[in-house]
Each structure stands twice: as structure tokens, then as C-alpha cells.
């Protein structure tokens, strides 16, 4: 069985994206003993713009809101870099972080918290090639997530109902969004492998569909599955959720059309 993932890294860019999507909240479908950090670059590069640019002002007030589930933490190569930009501000001079700062700011994190070879699998969701191109720079306890391959395993455990609408969204306001760099790449050192779909919430499937609890007898396609809940659509753009643990069935795929009765027979 693979490791499960035990701390999420978003870089920038996709803390972009999700701001330009209306997406942000998408960050708390990790479980509660999963670690949510941004580094002190990433933080600074996102939020820096907040009093004239949206996203920047939405991605700044999500972290406020979230300060009790989502971490902002110093790196070396972040105190460093940050004293200097403000010492050039103050002066008066020209002041900008160096080119792909962000990224290293985040191996040089994940470094810091390894005690033992190769370390607790770490995600990282990604936008561009970096990381992958830079290969020597990655430690082998990190998985690689690039945000559109994410938003398509978050719509296949139930916890969205669409991927293509959120990029589409992300993509009207953020033309250049990747939305076909699909990158999922599971941390290399680690012997188990890493498994980032196991760290995700599998509590809120009925508030996501919207779904009230099954009655009587109902047919139709499954849509969605978690450890503890079924979601069955019932037509009309309705659904129903069933509980797991009543249903007298051993096997069962999302998209396949059942009939399930409240006494917890499956057909």
C-alpha cells in the first residue's frame, strides 16, 4: 500500500488559478491531520498585489480566513530573500525576487523537515514544468501534482462535480492556464510510493451534490463514492446519498445504474 501524503505545497501559480476560478476552498478538501503550508515566498508572491489585483486580494483574505487550517512558514532561502527586497524598498530602489524563487523556497522547506532518508511524502501542486526539469533539485519524498490533474481526481472521488468547469472558469480569467498539463508523478524514493487521493476528505460528498438522504426505493447511476457515503443520481438533476454501511452489496463502481432500497438491498 502506498504512503499517504501527510503535507500539502502549493506554489503560486495554482493558488492563482483557484483564486481566478473561485476555487480557493478547494485547498480544504485535504483531511484535518494533513498539513496545508505555504512557504513565506509562495505567500509573498501571491498576495504582494493585494490593493490592486483580485485574485491577489482574494488568495490574501482565503489565508486570513484559514489561518487556523492553512500554515504561512519561513524558509532560509525566504528570510533572505524577502529582507533583501524590503531593504531596496525602503531605500528607494528597484526591488523584485529572483526567477523561480518560489520553487526553490519549497525544496528548500521539504528539506528542512527531513530527520530520515527519504522523509514523510509531501505534495506539491505545481503549474509549470520546474520542477520536472529540475529534477536534481527535487527530494525523493515529493509527488508531483499539477493543478489540472488534481481538479480531475477531486471530480473522481465526488468531491466536485466538474473539473472542466472549474478550468473553464480559471481559464476565462486566466487565459494561459495549462489546463491540459496533466502531471501526477509519485515521489521516487519513496519505497511504498506516495498516495495523495487517500488524503482527501471523504465527510462532505452529500454537501457537494447537494444530496438528500435516500428514501424508499431509487434507480440510477452512481455518481460519487467515499468510505462512508453513496451518491445516487435520481434524475432531474437530483440526488440522494445512501450510507455505506447499510448497503448489502460487496462490489460496486461509480457509473453503474443500481437500484437501491432503504433496507439496504442493492440490484
Not at 501527510?6 to 485535504?30: C, K, M, N, Y
Not at 484559514?66 to 531596496?88: C, F, M
Amino acid at each position: 500500500m502506498s504512503s499517504r501524503i501527510r503535507i500539502v505545497l502549493p506554489d503560486t501559480g495554482p493558488l492563482i488559478s483557484l483564486a481566478h476560478g473561485q476555487a480557493l476552498e478547494l485547498l480544504l478538501a485535504f483531511k484535518a491531520d494533513v498539513r496545508i503550508v505555504l512557504t513565506d515566498v509562495v505567500e509573498y508572491e501571491a498576495t504582494h498585489r493585494a490593493a490592486d489585483l483580485p485574485d491577489a486580494n482574494a488568495i490574501r483574505q482565503f489565508l486570513h480566513e484559514q489561518a487556523h487550517r492553512i500554515e504561512v512558514l519561513p524558509t532560509t532561502i525566504g528570510s533572505l530573500a524577502l529582507a533583501d527586497l524590503r531593504r531596496l524598498e525602503q531605500a528607494g530602489l528597484p526591488a523584485a525576487l529572483s526567477k523561480d524563487i518560489g520553487e526553490l523556497s519549497i525544496t528548500n522547506f521539504v528539506m528542512s523537515l527531513r530527520t530520515v532518508n527519504p522523509g514523510d511524502p509531501t505534495l506539491v501542486l505545481v503549474e509549470d514544468d520546474w520542477f520536472a526539469t529540475n529534477a536534481y533539485a527535487v527530494p525523493g519524498n515529493v509527488h508531483l501534482l499539477s493543478t489540472s490533474a488534481w481538479l480531475d481526481g477531486l471530480e473522481q472521488q465526488g468531491l466536485i462535480r466538474s473539473a472542466a468547469e472549474v478550468r473553464t472558469q480559471i481559464q476565462a480569467n486566466r487565459p494561459h492556464f495549462r489546463a491540459d498539463f496533466k502531471l501526477d508523478q509519485a515521489a521516487e524514493k519513496n519505497p511504498k510510493g506516495s498516495d495523495w487521493r487517500g488524503a482527501l476528505r471523504s465527510d462532505a460528498l452529500a454537501t457537494v451534490w447537494d444530496a438528500a438522504p435516500g428514501k424508499g426505493q431509487c434507480i440510477g447511476p452512481v455518481v460519487a463514492m467515499s468510505d462512508t457515503e453513496i451518491i445516487q443520481s435520481v434524475g432531474r438533476g437530483k440526488h440522494v446519498v445512501w450510507p455505506r454501511s447499510v448497503l448489502r452489496v460487496d462490489t460496486l463502481a461509480v457509473g453503474e445504474t443500481v437500484t437501491v432500497d432503504e433496507s439496504g438491498a442493492v440490484t
